[in-house]
């Protein structure tokens, strides 16, 4: 059975840092891209960065309202893939999804997503 | 960027209803669509891929169809379970979705 699961959330300050991590299990971890996707409050879904697997594997691609300030990385050997968010911004309050795929960035399957509030 | 658009924002219908739900993208995205089901408080659930694709375990009264610009989600006769918000997703580019249109009584 698939899972992930999310964390590292919370609340801070405008320019603050926070690394969210999302722990998976279920499926061959290298062959599979992941994103990172979220949701402000009562707001629609926004494609936030995803990281290849297998073959241009590692490569990474940024939404434009995140580039320079968020980073994605993966550790295959734990299964985790992590968000690195700095500069933060009250605009990036949301909950933060993870998700896996592989050839086509559709999402089978949802964690519950782990919340993020920026504010001063 | 790709944008996606759907109409309407809102829509109100019955159960029994046929309702129809349209995503146009600002460009070709061939059949690289997607559709999903959200309720309040839950995470989004996949209902149909490649435009018309339905996800295993998803009810057939849901359908999607379109191509290149124009793609549109059916529910063929809506059930009490199916108010909830409907996104489309392109994913020929990287990924946007629409705003939404959210069903309801």
């Known amino acids: 059975e698939v899972q992930l699961v999310e964390s590292g959330g919370g609340l801070t300050q405008p320019g603050r840092s926070l690394k969210l991590s999302c722990t998976t299990s279920g499926f061959t971890f290298g062959d599979y891209s992941l994103t990172w996707l979220r949701q402000a409050p009562g707001k629609g879904l926004e494609w936030v960065a995803f990281i290849r697997g297998k073959p241009s594997y590692g490569t990474t691609e940024y939404a434009a309202s995140v580039k320079g300030r968020f980073t994605i990385s993966r550790d295959d050997s734990k299964s985790i893939t992590y968000l690195q968010m700095n500069s933060l911004k009250t605009e990036d309050t949301a909950l933060y999804y993870c998700?896996?795929?592989?050839?086509?960035?559709?999402?089978?399957?949802w964690g519950q997503g782990t919340q993020v509030t920026v504010s001063s | 960027d790709i944008q996606m658009t759907q109409s309407p924002s809102t829509l109100s219908a019955s159960v029994g209803d046929r309702v129809t739900i349209t995503c146009r993208a600002s460009?070709?995205?061939?059949?690289?669509l997607a559709w999903y089901q959200q309720k309040p408080g839950k995470a989004p659930n996949l209902l149909i891929y490649r435009a018309s694709t339905l996800e295993s375990g998803v009810p057939s009264r849901f359908s999607g169809s379109g191509s290149g610009t124009e793609f549109t989600l059916t529910i063929a006769s809506l059930q009490p379970d199916d108010f909830a918000t409907y996104y489309c997703?392109?994913?020929?580019?990287?990924?946007?979705f629409g705003q939404g249109t959210r069903v309801e009584i």
């Open positions: 460009q070709n995205i061939i059949v690289h």
């Open positions: 998700n896996y795929w592989q050839g086509e960035q559709y999402f089978h399957l």
């Open positions: 997703q392109q994913y020929y580019i990287y990924a946007t």
